[in-house]
């Protein structure tokens, strides 16, 4: 791509927004009005084809035409020579996906207001162009700085309707993503109408209010294709229930299975939003409906199940679940009160019986039964004293809830992991002269292997009188192994593009999913898994997110270590104080060996 002929032309490129099959969009400078914009360019492959920049161009033109808040604003059109690009709107935000995984789902109202508002967009591009967007999608959707969504993307939009061939411009495939495809883009279908947007919008909207897209966790993309076409996801109050039900009632209508079952028009789906807005029954409530939907609607009059409430045994707690806000911690302290109140009504009962036979036995004189009464008194005597130890054992009732259950630690019983400061037996800890040559010499070969789970092993077999073995050992349980530590960068950047290099070739590919261990990849329409630890150390720290806390730099130091940045070590180190001399000698180990 020529991108010194576009900075010769009056622009200064700053950073690559986005990439797709035939495009990349860049965020540039326009230097005679000193504004920053979006510049969409063809791709040199793309350019090769005069029929693909036909449409890039009269696509533009297009969307030039509608004044709309919701369609990023297209400035100007470029051709010079081979060299294709658009001038357009650049929108300082987060694109809806983003946003969403930072700040949850949205209110059902909040969501309602979003999705009309991209409605009345997505209406004039019909109206007046009968364009087709075609992937509408939460990346795609970027929200400024007033809080409007800004549909920034028209890479995929074609002319549609009846009579025209909508796969015309895309070889044979199928193009999109395919979380957000209606089911008449899955089968390759010649006639696409705003309906196709209208599905991809209920998509959307379902992600807004439920923090997930129906389908997109599946593991592959012929199994979104195949559910799209073919299964169904539950109603979004189910998920949320702070979600009306008329609300999965209208998102029902949208994801109909096939087009003419959605709403004929926009007007008809507005007019039910602004229904719903004032409380009043839309016309997408249908319970007879016998066509087929992507929202199952067996489960529309079913109730979203309420969050499990955990209740707290009243005896001294081992380890202890989590709990859910203010009404489980209350509802444990009354379990403990009234486990405590039960204990003392016990133990009042059995003193006065103990002060009544007592009473008996001294104002008696001694006879068989006076002895057969003094042999049973000592075991009541005993219960009495165990049941006031247990007594005074039990969590105190105050204003708070006890510590160590706020905290979910055991309080009863030993935690191997916890640090100690000295040994069972009373005698003073262990020095740093406590480790053999042997042990330190093992330790350093471990860490220069990079296995979490060796290192572990090792650290949980020595003496106890070992100086830090305790608080090695804890920090080793709370530390992310290397392709966790990836694994948790990666999933931020779902959706998105990064940097894939494979055989000494670097490319740029979308990640759509992370799991065990496994990418997801897309390049080229096409689908591939890739093993994380299939793939070198440099590559895994391109990916890694800077380490935060010392757990995180020790995962980050086993990356390092075998890595060309191996050398970074004695600085990452230094925040993982109980491991640092052991990393730099393992380090310098490594790079001795090499």
Same mark, same amino acid.
């Given at each position: 791509m020529n991108t010194q002929l576009i900075e010769q032309q009056g622009f200064k490129l700053i950073e690559q927004l986005a990439e797709s099959s035939r495009i990349v969009t860049w965020k540039a400078v326009q230097v005679s009005l000193e504004r920053t914009v979006s510049l969409s360019v063809l791709k040199p492959e793309a350019a090769a084809k005069p029929q693909i920049v036909q449409l890039f161009l009269d696509t533009a033109k297009r969307f030039s035409r509608i004044k709309s808040p919701v369609i990023a604003s297209i400035f100007d059109i470029v051709t010079t020579g081979e060299l294709h690009y658009v001038i357009a709107e650049y929108v300082d935000g987060p694109c809806l996906f983003d946003y969403i995984r930072e700040h949850g789902p949205m209110t059902s109202e909040k969501a309602l207001i979003l999705i009309n508002r991209l409605a009345d967009g997505l209406s004039q591009l019909w109206r007046s162009n009968r364009m087709v967007h075609r992937n509408l999608k939460s990346e795609n959707i970027l929200i400024n700085s007033q809080g409007i969504p800004k549909i920034a993307d028209f890479s995929l939009a074609i002319p549609a309707g009846e009579g025209v061939d909508a796969t015309a411009y895309d070889d044979g495939l199928i193009m999109g993503t395919a979380y957000c495809l209606a089911p008449e883009q899955v089968t390759g279908s010649h006639t696409l109408t705003t309906q196709a947007d209208m599905y991809a919008l209920g998509i959307l909207f379902y992600f807004l209010i439920t923090g997930t897209a129906p389908f997109r966790d599946l593991t592959s993309v012929e199994q979104i294709l195949n559910a799209q076409l073919n299964d169904t996801v539950p109603p979004p109050h189910l998920l949320n229930p702070s979600v009306p039900v008329n609300v999965s009632w209208l998102i029902h209508r949208m994801l109909m299975k096939a087009p003419k079952d959605r709403y004929p028009d926009w007007d008809a789906f507005q007019i039910d939003v602004q229904l719903i807005l004032s409380q009043e029954k839309p016309s997408c409530i249908r319970p007879d409906e016998k066509e087929k939907s992507s929202i199952d609607i067996t489960k529309m009059d079913s109730v979203a199940e309420p969050q499990r409430r955990i209740r707290f045994k009243n005896k001294p707690a081992s380890v202890l679940a989590p709990y859910q806000g203010q009404t489980v911690e209350q509802e444990h302290k009354e379990e403990i009160k009234k486990g405590k109140l039960n204990v003392q009504i016990i133990l009042w009962c059995l003193l006065a019986l103990w002060l009544v036979v007592l009473f008996y036995i001294r104002a008696t004189p001694a006879s @068989? =039964?006076? *002895?057969? &009464?003094? @042999?049973? %008194?000592? $075991? !009541?005597?005993? +219960?009495?004293? #165990? %049941?006031?130890?247990? &007594? *005074? #054992? %039990? $969590?105190? !009732?105050? +204003?708070? =809830? #006890?510590?160590?259950?706020?905290? +979910?630690? @055991?309080?009863?019983e030993p935690n191997d992991a916890a640090p100690q400061t000295q040994p069972a037996n009373g005698e003073p800890a262990a020095s740093d002269a406590d480790w053999t040559a042997d042990e330190k010499s093992q330790l350093t070969r471990l860490l220069a292997s990079g296995s979490l789970k060796e290192i572990d092993t090792f650290i949980r077999a020595l003496p106890e009188t070992r100086s830090d073995r305790a608080a090695m050992t804890n920090f080793l349980a709370q530390a992310p192994s290397p392709f966790r530590l990836v694994s948790e960068s990666l999933m931020k950047q779902v959706g998105k593009e990064i940097e894939f290099e494979r055989n000494g070739k670097s490319r740029m590919v979308t990640l759509r999913a992370v799991a065990g261990g496994i990418l997801q990849l897309e390049f080229n329409e096409k689908s591939v898994e890739v093993p994380l630890n299939k793939l070198n150390a440099d590559t895994l720290l391109r990916w890694a997110d800077k380490p935060q806390t010392p757990e995180t730099a020790f995962a980050y130091c086993l990356l390092l270590m075998h890595s060309a940045r191996s050398a970074e070590i004695e600085t990452v180190a230094e925040a993982c104080p109980l491991f640092k001399d052991y990393l730099i000698q393992a380090q310098a180990s490594q790079d001795g060996n090499q």
């Open positions: @068989k =039964a006076h *002895r057969h &009464l003094s @042999k049973v %008194l000592n $075991p !009541i005597e005993q +219960g009495v004293a #165990d %049941l006031a130890e247990n &007594l *005074r #054992d %039990l $969590p105190v !009732i105050s +204003g708070e =809830a #006890d510590p160590a259950v706020q905290e +979910g630690v @055991k309080t009863s």
